[in-house]
């Protein structure tokens, strides 16, 4: 586990390994989020609509998968 700790000011040092991974420098923007007892921080994206860019791609058509659950609930007279 990575852990730090918090300055007098409130900065927090986020762990080297951690940067890495996530590509955090000098610089970079993040959000804080809240989830009631919880603090998250989530890097900002440059680009966020290049990042998003195939982030829903399956095997399998969400379309497809819906139709043919619709066909089994009717065959089944849902």
Known sequence: ????????????VIPQELRKRYHLKKGDKVHFIDY???????????E??????????????LVS???RSRKED?????
């Not at 009631?36 to 440059?46: C, E, F, L, R, Y």
């Not at 966020?48 to 058509?61: C, E, Q, Y």
């Not at 009717?74 to 849902?78: L, M, V």
Request: avoid cysteine.
């Open 48 to 61: 966020p609509l290049k990042d998003a860019a195939g982030m829903l791609k399956g095997r399998t058509s």
């Open 36 to 46: 009631g007892g919880m603090v998250a921080i989530v890097p900002i994206s440059q």
């Open 65 to 67: 998968a819906l139709l």
């Open 1 to 12: 586990m990575n852990t730090g700790t918090l300055s007098e000011k409130g900065w927090v």
């Open 74 to 78: 009717q065959d089944r007279g849902r």
